[in-house]
């Protein structure tokens, strides 16, 4: 960590650590600030392993029985998949371990226990053959590849449980722990999602490692709603400065068009945050995001809340066929784009399925990535986890928008398939 003999002589004799400090301490050990002081005799962290994962549980003695009961629930389900295999109907079918359940409440439980530091991932394991493999066969346009290892089911190479929620969270520890720490100091870019948010959540606090760093947004909402969901890459900029002193915020607030000119004399405050947020996007080292262009927020049901309308595999293909036909499936690159982006994001214009024909709109977005990417050491991470995001990784790849991967095995695998077909159709 970086702390001299004397230093830790200090605090032997007494000295107590700064709080920046005493959080970085807890990070690196793996424990609660409680348990390092002395406060808590009990020593409720437990350590677990199975495989290539590791996690712990802590779940403090004075909590209430209800939130006791749903902590436990979480930490009882996320065990049951990584080291139990168990598929859905030994979950809750009519003999499941958790009968009665479904997979969305056990999904709830799982993201209280995981918000509420219950339970840690501390481990994960990595496929490190198809990650060779993608390196050979992207070459060189892809620079590094993170393949994350998911649970598998018993006496399968599967996972037997559709949760899109678990598997977040292993993808958001490895980008946590192994994209994050090698950040250089400068702008970095942070996409929306709430696969971006638990990256946010997930990494290191510290106060010297991310020194220098300006954390920017890539994308405005004007929907409260998404931004309580944590869909906003403007919420998780805030979450990582917050959490790394010596770094700052730059977030990005939503202009509506006729505001978008930012470059007159008389700017409003939003306006002057917009446009400091764009020029920092501008010199950007690195851009971390998530391919999101098979769903979209659109209309809103009875309560309310946001209703999302997924558009699953065979609608972008069909759709990218038929740009193909027209000669304009170049516009799609832009439109996977404004998916990772956002909905209406600033640094980019407006990008919706509607707007396809709009080249222009892309152009501001295309040019940014790439400009990242020609720079030294300059980086473009895709984090996308789930089959429903296998082809937008895969256009994106391809068309060079992103030199970095931290995936799932079943969107490596779809990757190498695909590059292997189209070189056998290149042969004949």
Known sequence: MGVSESGVANWMNGTMPSVSRLVEICSFLDVSSDYLLGMDEHGCIERHEHGEFGWTTNIPEQLTEELSDEYLQGIQFFEAVVRDGLCETELTGPNGRFKGQTIAGLERSFRTAVFANALKLNRIGRNWRLEDDLLKLYSPSLKQVIVVELPKGRGSNKSCVSS???????????????????????AIGIGPGYTMYRCAELVPPSQHRYKSINWSSTMEVNNHQQEVASVSSNLAVKVLAAHNPNTRAFHLPYLPPEERNLYGDSLTAHQTQAAATIEELRVARAILMTVGGVSSATNHNQHGQPKLRTFGPKFLYDLHEQLKLEGRASSFRGEVLGYMLGSNAQAIGDASFQSIQERKVFAPALNLLRNIMERNNGFVWVIATGVHKKIATEMVVRNGLANALVIDEEIADYLIDAKRARRDLASF
Not at 166 to 179: C, D, G, M, P, R
């Open 164 to 186: 899109h929620l678990l598997n977040i969270e292993f993808l958001a520890f490895a980008a946590a722990t192994e994209v994050f720490p090698a950040l250089e100091e400068g």
